[in-house]
């Protein structure tokens, strides 16, 4: 059966949400459920002009991602949905442990706000992820990083929601 419009939102909105969930609780396998498992689905990342591609790649992504910030946490501030996609802004928050773009570990707390967008398969697969892409300032990370006294650290997202 193909979903409505409204069913595929609702199947969206159910996969982001253990998507998420898994991601805070660093269940890789988990997260990885909710990707369409094969050659199709990538993980991008625009500031860095990467992109990690089928479900190898996702996997590698995650892997160096939770190298460099093991205890990374995102919290959800807006949610966008249309069928076959959906965007959230997130804060995300995390302690630098391990290599970044080339910069060593510093121990430095990370705080940047992000734009995720999730596209999704279609019939019987529009519960599941084709690809995350992400978008953020990647110069505010990297300022962070540095430990730079005036880096910013976003626009208070989370604190406009609560």
């Known amino acids: 059966k193909i979903p409505t419009n409204v069913e595929r939102i ?4 159910q ?5 998420m969930r898994a991601e805070n609780a660093h269940e890789w396998d988990a997260v990885y459920d909710t990707f369409i498992r094969d050659e199709r689905a990538s993980y991008d990342v625009i500031p860095m002009s990467a992109v990690f ?12 991602f939770d190298a460099a910030f093991p205890d990374f946490q995102l919290r959800n501030s807006a949610e966008y949905d249309v069928p ?3 965007i959230r802004e997130v804060t ?19 705080c940047f ?6 596209n999704f398969g279609d019939g019987a697969e529009a519960g599941h ?5 992400v978008y953020f300032d990647l110069e505010t990370v990297l300022r962070q990083l540095r430990g730079e006294a005036e880096a910013p650290t976003g626009v208070g997202l989370l604190e406009r929601v609560q």
Do not use: M, P, W
Request: glycine share 12%.
């Open 113 to 118: 706000e992000l734009a995720a967008f999730y």
């Open 92 to 110: 995300v928050t995390a302690t630098h442990r391990g290599e970044f773009c080339g910069i060593a570990a510093t121990g430095r707390r990370i």
């Open 53 to 64: 591609s089928g479900i190898s790649g996702v996997k590698d992504f995650y892997a160096a």
């Open 84 to 86: 076959g996609c959906s």
């Open 15 to 19: 996969c982001i949400v253990e998507h």
């Open 10 to 13: 609702v199947l969206q909105r």
């Open 129 to 133: 992820l084709l690809n995350e892409r």
